[in-house]
């Protein structure tokens, strides 16, 4: 009885991860104004999510002007002539939605998730602060403040805060990635409100704008409603500016230690890997998952479990738009040495530089892509995003139903030939945090 009870519960599973990976169908069209809308119908709960993803991250900035796009973020829920300063979140909130925003080197996203009958208040809400922000003295200053204390304690009062910035600022010298979107508190003290209201007039227009509507929507009164509030905003009247700069191919290892306000040593690798897309990004992408992607993973079994040299140990890929970093990582053990990490996380890199990953494992790693990439898309809110993203950074919305088919063409070869292409020293930047104890006086 037992064993075709755990048999039926297995069928369950499998039908679940089925209904959920089949196909998602949505509607894509474009304004006059040039904004980009997506739709996508899903009635099986009574709740919608708008997002709006414009086309501006950290590389966008100017170098003497960094933090803007993450400025915004808060500016844009500033208000305007019809919505009064502090209203926005209460708004949405009384209306039983949720809402929240994010900023990244290649973009501004911002979203709700409300009550399906509550769509246009949704619509409404957006629309007003693409066409009428309030930019004003009181919000710049009060935002000046907010982003400032949000730099101190995230990065400068926070054990390893300054990780990502020493790691990005190590990697790129030329290419805008070098610079955090949590940018400058210098630079933004700096900014004066005309500069503000330039930037704005530059990239939050709808020619570089997507709004995506997801949920329990009637197609035919959405493009209504998206009609009646986005229409007749105007397109934006200055050329967008994007970066062209390309970073040069590293030919020698960068390295820095960091003494710092720890208690253990930390060990990170970051090596250059091309932009999210490509064919060796997806083998790299998948790569991560073999070294860190769960406690059966090769970092985890190997240097934290069976070695004990970390207790927290993973990789990463930055997936980006332009060409981003693979990174390995670890967190010494109490008494551990940075050195002796270092040398066990080029190990494993080693192995798979030298050997093919067994079938078994390459099968295993599939299931978890596969079951990652179903998960990502298993809410309207993350179907919205991912429509979103393919359309944005590929120009084809439709890889959310195609491009688990790009993973799957990995091979266990491609994986040993990307890993010689790409984990190399020269290609890289390793980076020491240690406890200031340690420093030479």
Not at 166 to 171: E, H, R, T
């Amino acid at each position: 009885m037992k064993r075709k009870l755990i048999l039926f519960l297995a069928l369950l599973g499998f039908v679940g991860i089925s209904a959920q990976s089949k196909k998602i169908n949505y509607e894509q069209y474009k304004l006059d104004n040039g904004l980009n809308v997506i739709l996508h119908k899903d009635n099986t709960t009574p709740i919608v999510n708008v997002s709006i993803l414009y086309h501006v991250g950290s590389k966008n900035e100017d170098p003497q002007r960094t933090g803007f796009a993450h400025f915004f973020e808060h500016l844009m829920f500033e208000g305007s002539p019809n919505i009064k300063r502090g209203e926005y979140f209460k708004t949405i909130e009384a209306a039983g939605g949720s809402l929240n925003a994010n900023t990244n080197f290649d973009r501004t996203f911002y979203f709700e998730t409300l009550p399906s009958n509550q769509l246009e208040l949704g619509l409404y809400m957006e629309s007003e602060r693409m066409l009428q922000l309030k930019i004003d003295s009181v919000g710049v200053e009060t935002q000046r403040k907010v982003v400032k204390e949000e730099r101190k304690q995230g990065l400068e009062n926070r054990p390893y805060g300054t990780l990502l910035e020493k790691m990005f600022s190590n990697a790129f010298k030329v290419h805008p990635y070098r610079w955090m979107p949590i940018g400058s508190a210098q630079y933004i003290d700096q900014a004066k409100i005309e500069e503000f209201i330039a930037f704005y007039k530059m990239y939050y227009v709808p020619n570089n704008a997507t709004l995506t509507i997801a949920g329990d929507i009637d197609i035919a009164k959405t493009k209504e409603l998206v009609k009646k509030y986005f229409a007749e905003i105007p397109k934006g009247s200055t050329a967008i500016v994007t970066p062209k700069e390309v970073e040069p191919v590293k030919t020698a290892e960068v390295r820095e230690t960091v003494y710092d306000k720890v208690q253990l040593p930390l060990v990170a690798e970051a090596y250059h890997m091309p932009a999210q897309g490509t064919a060796d990004y997806y083998a790299l992408s998948m790569l991560t998952t073999l070294l860190s992607g769960g406690e059966s993973s090769r970092f985890t079994k190997e240097i934290k479990d069976k070695q004990q040299k970390a207790v927290q140990v993973a990789s990463v890929p930055f997936a980006l738009e332009d060409p981003g970093l693979f990174v390995a990582f670890g967190l010494c053990n109490v008494g551990g040495k940075a050195e002796e990490l270092e040398a066990a996380l080029d190990a494993e890199i080693e192995k798979v530089k030298k050997d093919l990953v067994t079938e078994t494992e390459f099968q295993k790693l599939k299931n978890q892509v596969e079951s990652d990439f179903v998960t990502r898309n298993s809410t309207v809110a993350g179907i919205g995003e991912s429509l979103a993203n393919y359309s944005v950074y590929f120009g084809d919305a439709n890889l959310i139903n195609t491009e688990l088919q790009r993973y799957m063409k990995v091979t266990r070869d491609d994986f040993k030939r990307v890993a010689n292409k790409y984990l190399t020293k020269e290609n890289r930047v390793v980076l020491y945090y240690l406890p200031k104890s340690m420093e030479k006086k």
